[in-house]
């Protein structure tokens, strides 16, 4: 915001006063460097709060959701590593100012200070990400290396969604037999409809098989055997065999 001044009015005699002078905001106009500092800041805002938005819609979606041991994760050393991160932002202000007020070698001390606060965080996460590597959590066509043996989670899970798979279908052939029933009532009609009696026999005979392997999964998830777990996870969800892969679904592991 500029704002124009004169000097001096017009003098006597005609002669104009000095031309006006501008006087802008102290914060006007931003520099180059601090405005794109600033788009830089607020794209890592937007990209981070998609990723934080994400995370609460899956995990409030989520059945069961594991355990930090689950996915390798050590929070003592996540926490030591956020308190890094916070230290170096700090000594980089002290940086700042002491570049402020020409303190050059205090100004130095807190760069050095900031470079190496940097290392020790890329040290930690090098730490983290090979044990995440170790574990083969990483991505890997098809779905990357991580599939692990299911625990008593995954069969809880299973069990509830067996048992919700049960009722409808025990509700299914309810109905279908009371159908057949109705038809077959009247001579006639069932005469009329044999064919009908028959597909709809089928469709009761499809559904009874489809309740006979839920009722097994069920058996299998009501185990606590971790083996019986991995079958089961394999049969659910199998995973194809890799040359040189160390997971094939659980199975090849005792």
Known sequence: MAIATTGHDIHAGGHHGHPPKLQYHPGLPIPNGKL??????????????????????????????PAPHQVHLSEPIGAFNTFVLICSSVSVVLALEAAKINQAQQAKMWIVTTLLLGGVFLGVKMYEYNAKFAHGIYPEYPRSRIYEKPDLHFGSAVRGRATALLTGFTTQVSDIQAEITEIKSDAEAATNRADDITALEERANEISANMAIVKRLQDESAATDERKLAFLAAEIMPMPLSEGSAHAGGLNEE
């Open 36 to 65: 794109f500092m600033w788009l830089f800041l607020s794209t890592e805002i937007m990209f981070f709060a998609a990723l934080i938005g994400v995370f609460i819609v899956i995990r409030f979606g989520a059945t069961v959701w």
